[in-house]
């Protein structure tokens, strides 16, 4: 009777291990291609780079993956990522509005990246870039982090809803170092009228019209302002960072399990 229960409880052990999905360890590769054509003096090309999970926790990369195909708007056939980027160049590339006729080179281009790969969670962010002419612009589009149990994304849901202004108020807090200016001076200077609110008397900022925070690698998170949101184009887009200690007081009993 005795070995009958070891051998139970040995078999209980090896099935729970199975449905924990193991270590959730990835291992990325980044895919890159590009195209271009010139027509005289005036280059026109087209990049797109990568970074996908090949290997490691199935799930994990198959909730990355996922994101990854989603937000570059493609369609991926099986596990051919090199095909799968190529094919976004083009698309990139044939795009009926892109400045083809500006008097200069024209390039664009998009960059999904590996930010940071930690044991608890996974963090991808992107970089498109456009340039013709004179003109040209680079910003971080987007950030998403992969919680590795069990491959949630950490978003705006994350953020208990009670403390929304307690977000806001560190946000201002923190603007002067997104904005990169002295922090002896007043950031509302600096700051578009349409983007700020007052509550009860105090000054504060709106938040994001697409409120997508994601958390770096050292467990800060993130919140990020499209060009002009919240300031003048030459601030380009606003990345605000709220350190992990502010942060974890607002969040959910479900995001702080991000950490």
């Known amino acids: 009777m005795k070995k009958i229960m070891i051998l139970i ?33 005036l280059v026109y090309s087209s990049v797109a780079s990568i970074d996908f999970p090949v290997d490691g926790d199935k799930k994990l990369a198959k909730a990355i993956r996922e994101w990854i195909v989603s937000y570059s708007q493609g369609k991926l056939h099986g596990d051919n990522y090199q095909k799968y980027v190529a094919n976004i160049a083009q698309k990139i590339f044939d795009k009926p509005n892109s400045p083809k006729n500006a008097k200069g080179n024209y390039e664009n281009s998009l960059e999904i990246n590996l930010l940071c790969d930690t044991t608890k969670f996974v963090t991808m962010t992107s970089l498109v870039y456009h340039s ?7 910003h971080k589009s987007v950030g998403a982090t992969f919680r590795k149990s069990d491959c949630k994304m950490f978003d705006s849901q994350m953020i208990d809803p009670n403390n929304l202004l307690d977000l806001k108020r560190l946000i201002v807090a923190h603007m002067p170092e997104a904005l990169c200016i002295d922090g002896s001076k007043n950031v509302f200077d600096y700051l578009n009228k349409d983007a700020l609110e007052n509550v009860d008397g105090q000054r504060l900022v709106k938040l994001p019209g697409a409120f997508m925070p994601y958390i ?17 184009y030459d601030f380009g887009e606003v990345e605000v960072v709220i350190p992990k200690d502010d942060i974890l007081p607002l969040l959910t009993e479900d995001g702080k399990m991000f950490f």
Do not use: P
């Open 9 to 41: 409880c040995a078999a209980a052990c090896v099935l729970s291990a199975c449905c924990t999905g193991g270590s959730k360890e990835l291992n990325f590769k980044n895919f890159k291609d590009s195209i271009g054509e010139t027509d005289g003096k």
């Open 132 to 138: 013709a002419g004179s003109w040209y612009g680079a």
């Open 216 to 232: 770096d690698g050292d467990g800060n998170v993130v919140i990020t302002y499209g060009l002009q949101e919240i300031a003048a």
